[in-house]
């Protein structure tokens, strides 16, 4: 079993900032994918950012250009740093995991980004 483990969430207003960690409970080695999603209230949970195990990234269109995802594999964390908030940013914001040897998918716990004036 691997938890994953999402924090950074938190209130800001437009135009602000934050970063969002997702720590592991194990080494990211062996780790096929790791991604964000978000889910707002009354819509479906949609992929944010994910990045490979060979550091290849890949964006929602809507987040292109003011999100960044990033992974420290000496602490098992990986990262979404976003810039240029938006209201439509607002969402619980997921951290998932796949497993290349058991192909077996991870959830986080959730953390809330809330973006208002």
């Known amino acids: ?19 969002l960690s997702c720590a592991a ?13 978000r889910q707002a209230p009354g819509k479906q949970r949609e992929m944010v950012a994910v990045i490979a195990d060979d550091d290849t990234t890949n964006y929602a269109g809507s987040v292109k250009g003011r999100f960044t995802i990033s992974k420290d594999n000496a602490k098992n964390t990986v990262y979404l740093q976003m ?21 077996l998918t991870y959830w986080g716990q959730g953390t809330q ?3 208002s004036s």
């Open 25 to 37: 409970s194990r080494s990211l080695f062996n780790i096929y994918t790791m991604a964000w999603y």
């Open 113 to 115: 980004v809330t973006v």
């Open 83 to 103: 810039n240029s908030l938006k209201p439509e940013d607002t969402a619980v914001y997921y951290c998932n995991m796949i497993d290349s040897r058991t192909w």
């Open 1 to 19: 079993q691997v938890q994953v483990v999402e924090s950074g969430g938190g209130a800001v207003q437009p135009g602000g900032s934050l970063r």
